[in-house]
C-alpha cells in the first residue's frame, strides 16, 4: 500500500498573516488548565488545511497539542463555536475515535477570539491528492472507503442520549430547520459574480422528506481530511476531527452532505477542477454504491436520495460562498479563497442537473 514504510504525516507549517498570535500568552493559561505541562518554550505552526476554523500545532517542550479558534471576519455562530466543539469531544473521547479535549478559554483577550486546546492524534490526514509515500491499489482503495462510511454508520448509531449529548440538537423540525436555514444564509452572503440559486432553494423547499424516524448524531463536515488515518496502516480511522456543527438530526442530510464532496473518477470535467479529497481513486465506491452499503449496513430505506444530494450540494456552496464573501470584504487574504467563488457556480450546476433528471 505505501510505497514507503513511514508514510508522510500531516505536516503544519508557517501561520498566514492574518492568523498570526503571540503564543506566550496563552501558556500561563495552559499551565493552570494542564497540570502535566512542561515549563518550556512554546511554538506554533498552522495545519494548512480548513477553510473555516483555524488549527494550529502546539509544540511545548517534547509535547504536542492542537489549538483551535474561529476564524477573523463574520462568524456563524453554529459553525464557530468553540465551547460546542469542546463538549462533544469530551462525550464522544471515550466511546468514538476523537481527540481529548484538553482545555477551554473564553478570554477572547488572549488571541483575540475563545480558543480550546486538544490532544494531538498523530496520523496521516488525505487531502485532494495523496501525499507522497502514500499509494493505494484498487482492493486497499475499496477497504479505506468501506472503513471511511463504517466510521460514519458507528457515529449515527451511537446512543447519543446515554452519552449526555441528548440536548445537542432537535431531531423534531430538523430537515426544516436546515433548508430554512441554508437558504437564508446563502441569502446574506450572495455576490453578484455567482448563481442565484432560485431552482436549487424552491425545489428543496418543495421536496422536503418528513423528520428522522431514527435521529442520530450527526458529524455535519464528514469526509477524507477530517479524519487521521494510522501512520502504520493507512486503511484505519484512528481519529475524527472538526466537531463544529455536530448535532442529533436526520443522519441522511449527514450522508448527503458527505457525498456532495464524494467526486469520482467518471463524474465530468467541472466538477473534477474542484474536487477536495481522492475519492476518484481506483477502487472507490461510487456515491450509488456509498448510498447502497449505507442502507444495507443502517437497515434505512433511501426512497429520495436525490434530495439529500442536492442539499449536499447546496449546503456545501453556502459554506464556500460565506468563505468567498468573507474574501471579498478583505476579511481574509488567503488566497485559495479566490477560486471559491468558481467552486459555487459549478456546485450549482451540477444540482440543477440532478434536479433535471429526478424523479421526484
Known amino acids: 500500500m505505501s510505497e514507503t514504510t513511514a508514510a508522510p504525516l500531516d505536516q503544519p507549517g508557517r501561520m498566514r498573516e492574518e492568523n498570526v498570535f503571540d503564543p506566550a500568552r496563552i501558556l500561563p493559561f495552559l499551565k493552570s488548565q494542564i497540570p502535566d505541562l512542561v515549563d518550556a518554550p512554546l511554538e506554533l505552526q498552522q495545519f494548512p488545511g480548513g477553510a473555516s476554523n483555524i488549527t494550529y500545532l502546539l509544540k511545548i517542550g517534547t509535547r504536542e497539542l492542537i489549538l483551535r479558534r474561529p476564524p477573523a471576519g463574520a462568524k456563524a455562530r453554529s459553525a464557530h463555536d468553540m465551547s460546542r466543539e469542546v463538549r462533544v469531544l469530551a462525550a464522544l473521547a471515550p466511546h468514538f475515535p476523537c481527540p481529548r479535549p484538553l482545555a ?28 507522497n509515500g502514500v499509494q493505494y491499489d484498487p482492493a486497499h482503495a475499496r477497504r479505506l472507503c468501506l472503513n471511511l462510511f463504517d466510521t460514519l454508520l458507528k457515529l449515527h448509531s451511537l446512543d447519543y442520549q446515554a452519552i449526555g449529548l441528548g440536548d445537542l440538537g432537535k431531531p423534531q423540525g430538523y430537515v426544516e430547520r436546515q433548508i430554512s ?23 428543496l423547499k418543495r421536496h422536503m422528506p418528513p423528520d428522522s424516524p431514527r435521529p442520530g448524531l450527526i458529524h455535519n463536515d464528514y469526509r477524507f481530511d477530517n479524519v487521521v488515518l494510522s501512520p502504520d496502516d493507512e486503511e484505519t480511522i484512528i481519529g475524527v ?29 467541472p466538477l473534477q477542477t474542484v474536487r477536495m479529497q481522492p475519492s476518484n481513486l481506483p477502487g472507490m465506491l461510487s456515491r450509488d454504491d456509498v448510498m447502497r452499503h449505507y442502507c444495507e449496513r443502517s437497515s434505512r430505506q433511501i426512497d429520495n436520495f436525490d434530495f439529500y444530494y442536492v442539499f449536499g450540494q447546496f449546503r456545501l456552496a453556502v ?13 481574509s487574504n488567503n488566497p485559495r479563497f479566490e477560486a471559491f467563488g468558481l467552486f459555487v457556480s459549478v456546485l450549482s450546476n451540477v444540482a440543477e442537473q440532478v434536479i433535471s433528471r429526478s424523479k421526484l
Request: net charge negative.
Open 241 to 269: 476531527l472538526d466537531w463544529e456543527m455536530c448535532t442529533v438530526g436526520d443522519p441522511l442530510m449527514d450522508l448527503g452532505s458527505t457525498l456532495a464532496y464524494w467526486i469520482q473518477a467518471d463524474d465530468p470535467a
Open 319 to 331: 459554506i464556500a460562498q460565506q468563505i468567498y464573501y468573507r474574501f471579498k470584504l478583505g476579511q
Open 104 to 131: 477551554y478559554c473564553e478570554d477572547e483577550s488572549l488571541i483575540g477570539s475563545t480558543f480550546f486546546v486538544m490532544e494531538k492524534i498523530r496520523g496521516i490526514i488525505l487531502r485532494r491528492d495523496l501525499p
Open 181 to 203: 436555514g441554508w437558504c437564508e444564509r446563502f441569502e446574506k452572503v450572495w455576490t453578484d459574480d455567482v448563481p442565484r440559486y432560485e431552482t436549487v432553494m424552491a425545489w
